[in-house]
């Protein structure tokens, strides 16, 4: 009887697994949003506030370095349910913190959490579907990722009608959910033995590129909120809303990049996504309805899933890749906190500099790509390479 109960539990566990991908950008893009409300609670200057964003990503990224490798004889179920256990002290603390280090220390545990959590639950995938059913299954937890970076905002915009700090209980539901269901047991993750060496120069760029993505299109949701604020007088419901169409567009484009790269090449398709993802980033200061900037965020944030996919193909067909794939991704991350750090001072001084910014970083990083020996054949449509 209880062999079948256990039995009955896994469809159910699995699924939990794609939720887990939800999880992480909900939490962080939920915060994104409703930055100037937090800045006005704690009477902060707004860029002051904007640099919790910075200091959840930072930890997320340096965390992310090393997270697997230390717990890499744990099983990973019992790493989620703890890390998710911790998500949700950190959105406790971050709800009742009744001052502004409080509040950072709730955000810093939730990064930590997260960092185990991102690359466990992809690697489990690899344990958990068969071969042949890989590709599609982590394609459904991109999505839910995507999905994540959408309702994330306009859940925190929602509640802050009421009061922003709401959102951190649609955090603790979510992650207790995951303590309570589970997540598949699997055997722990053991070394991967690479013989080959590492290409490190096509590596190198691949991490500037990676960097630029974040920096310049995902974490310049943090100065788009604040451009929408200001130039606008939009509330936290609205901005939300705005932001939401991003993810909501990625969503769908998502299981849809992958074919395209097989059939006209990764660097065609990295191409395409970073100039039309660098020209909608440039152009959103000179957008005079809300509704344009909407349209353009969603091209711009599709563009840079497409990069991210180009980047990713690339690293797994590059000697020694495989293995740097999850320390090539914390990168994304540590864009993302450099963004309040380098980009929103410099819109804070000019907002059409401050969105040009972005996309000259986007465009030298392509630029990089192209002038790279050999860059080309790992970059080349599958079939043709064979």
């Not at 697997?68 to 744990?74: I, K, T």
């Not at 839910?144 to 905002?153: A, T």
């Not at 980033?281 to 180009?310: E, K, M, R, Y």
């Amino acid at each position: 009887m209880a062999r079948a109960m256990a039995w009955d539990r896994r469809p159910l566990q699995t699924r939990m697994v794609y939720l887990g991908g939800l999880i992480g950008p909900f939490a962080s893009q939920s915060l994104v949003a409703v930055v100037p409300e937090f800045a006005a609670t704690f009477d902060k200057p707004v860029q002051h506030a904007s640099l919790a964003v910075t200091a959840y990503m930072i930890t997320l990224a340096s965390t992310m370095l090393f997270s697997s490798a230390l717990v890499r004889n744990v099983p990973p179920h019992v790493v989620v349910r703890t890390a998710y256990a911790f998500t949700a002290a950190g959105a406790a603390l971050c709800w009742v913190a009744p001052s502004w280090n409080g509040f950072i220390a709730g955000i810093v545990v939730m990064a930590l959490s997260n960092a185990f959590t991102l690359p466990i639950l992809q690697l489990m995938l690899r344990q958990l579907v068969s071969p042949e059913e890989l590709g599609q299954a982590l394609g459904r937890y991109f999505a839910m990722q995507s999905l994540g970076n959408c309702v994330g905002p306009l859940g925190a915009g929602l509640v802050s009608i009421a009061n922003w700090q709401l959102i951190h209980l649609l955090v603790i539901a979510l992650a207790g959910a995951m303590v309570l269901v589970g997540v598949p047991p699997v055997a722990p993750i053991r070394r991967e033995r690479v013989d080959e060496p590492v290409a490190w120069s096509p590596m190198i760029v691949h991490i500037f590129t990676i960097l630029a993505l974040g920096a310049g299109i995902i974490g310049m949701g943090t100065v788009l909120i604040i451009h929408l604020d200001s130039a606008f007088g939009m509330p936290a419901s609205q901005r939300g809303l705005v932001i939401m169409v991003g993810g909501l567009v990625a969503f769908f484009v998502s299981p849809r990049i992958g074919s395209s790269v097989d059939k006209f090449g990764a660097l065609t398709i990295m191409t395409v996504c970073a100039v039309a993802g660098a020209g909608t980033i440039a152009a959103i200061p000179h957008l005079p309805w809300p509704v344009a900037i909407a349209v353009f965020w969603a091209v711009a944030v599709s563009c840079a899933q497409g990069i991210q996919t180009t980047v990713t193909y690339s690293v797994l067909r590059t000697p020694g890749g495989a293995a740097l794939n999850s320390s090539i991704l914390a990168f994304r991350f540590f864009g993302l906190a450099l963004t309040p750090l380098v980009l929103l001072p410099v819109y804070l001084r000019s907002a059409w500099a401050g969105f040009a910014l972005p996309a000259v970083l986007l465009m030298a990083a392509l630029g990089l790509q192209w002038a790279q020996p050999g860059m080309r054949a790992t970059l080349r449509p599958a079939l043709k390479a064979e």
